[in-house]
């Protein structure tokens, strides 16, 4: 009878009908992409697995089995709000970001340098640092949490924020439509399933990269390496070179 349904269907298949189906691959490919490398990845996988098994009972009639499934898809939808609210809240806020007009500095390689600049200086000093370079999905919630500055950036600025033993050393400074909006700021750890070996900072700088688009600067304290966080991964080992085209390819 299903498989009768499904042939009837193929044959009245139009146009319209292969672009709806086109555009929710889309749509599903999209958030599979915005998840993946998250601990919300596997729990989407279950839940396609959870589906076939679903299509897999309807076709071979297993009516225990289908009676359980129905059951515990009847409470799906607030399943699926409770166990991707984050990345919910994500999906709206870049959304969001998109329809507002993208604020581009007039000497985006003047910023750059600075920012490369004070970072090569303060690896060479072996100076701890976080630096979160805002970009479409806005940091507003935690620049009002903390201290304001909106300060010009530059490499002096910036060296004078992370002087060891000052108030404003430990944290991050976040930088927002080519100025330095805040310092001081605290950003919360990825989930523990994700954690990897690595200081305060890394962790901050994976959290903060996974709850938004921007890119974020580690200078370790007992290494002196550089590294950068994008998208929830971490790139260590960065030289000036590797540092400045990394920041190149991200547009900043």
């Given at each position: 009878?299903?498989?009768?349904?499904?042939?009837?269907?193929?044959?009245?298949?139009?146009?319209?009908?292969?672009?709806?189906?086109?555009?929710?691959?889309?749509?599903?490919?999209?958030?599979?992409?915005?998840?993946?490398?998250?601990?919300?990845?596997?729990?989407?996988?279950?839940?396609?697995?959870?589906?076939?098994?679903?299509?897999?009972?309807?076709?071979?009639?297993?009516?225990?089995?289908?009676?359980?499934?129905?059951?515990?898809?009847?409470?799906?939808?607030?399943?699926?709000?409770?166990?991707?609210?984050?990345?919910?809240?994500?999906?709206?806020?870049?959304?969001?970001?998109?329809?507002?007009?993208?604020?581009?500095?007039?000497?985006?390689?003047?910023?750059?340098?600075?920012?490369?600049?004070?970072?090569?200086?303060?690896?060479?000093?072996?100076?701890?640092?976080?630096?979160?370079?805002?970009?479409?999905?806005?940091?507003?919630?935690?620049?009002?949490?903390?201290?304001?500055?909106?300060?010009?950036?530059?490499?002096?600025?910036?060296?004078?924020?992370?002087?060891?033993?000052?108030?404003?050393?430990?944290?991050?400074?976040?930088?927002?439509?080519?100025?330095?909006?805040?310092?001081?700021?605290?950003?919360?750890?990825?989930?523990?399933?994700?954690?990897?070996?690595?200081?305060?900072?890394?962790?901050?700088?994976?959290?903060?990269?996974?709850?938004?688009?921007?890119?974020?600067?580690?200078?370790?304290?007992?290494?002196?390496?550089?590294?950068?966080?994008?998208?929830?991964?971490?790139?260590?080992?960065?030289?000036?070179?590797?540092?400045?085209?990394?920041?190149?390819?991200?547009?900043i």
């Open positions: 009878m299903i498989i009768e349904n499904i042939i009837n269907a193929f044959a009245k298949f139009t146009p319209k009908d292969i672009l709806d189906i086109f555009l929710i691959f889309l749509l599903i490919y999209y958030l599979l992409l915005l998840i993946k490398g998250t601990r919300s990845y596997q729990m989407a996988l279950g839940l396609m697995l959870i589906g076939f098994c679903a299509l897999i009972t309807e076709l071979l009639n297993l009516t225990a089995f289908a009676f359980i499934l129905n059951k515990f898809l009847t409470y799906l939808i607030i399943a699926i709000i409770i166990l991707f609210q984050g990345e919910l809240r994500k999906i709206l806020a870049e959304i969001g970001s998109k329809l507002k007009t993208k604020f581009i500095p007039t000497d985006i390689s003047y910023i750059r340098d600075e920012i490369v600049n004070a970072v090569v200086a303060l690896s060479l000093g072996k100076i701890g640092a976080l630096i979160a370079i805002e970009r479409e999905i806005k940091l507003k919630s935690y620049i009002d949490k903390h201290i304001r500055l909106d300060a010009l950036i530059s490499k002096d600025m910036l060296l004078t924020i992370f002087t060891p033993n000052t108030p404003l050393h430990d944290g991050a400074v976040i930088i927002s439509e080519g100025r330095i909006a805040a310092a001081n700021c605290f950003f919360p750890y990825p989930p523990l399933l994700e954690l990897t070996p690595a200081g305060g900072r890394h962790l901050a700088a994976i959290g903060i990269s996974q709850e938004s688009d921007c890119i974020t600067i580690v200078v370790s304290e007992q290494t002196g390496k550089i590294s950068l966080a994008a998208k929830g991964e971490l790139i260590r080992g960065l030289d000036r070179e590797g540092l400045k085209n990394r920041l190149k390819f991200f547009k």
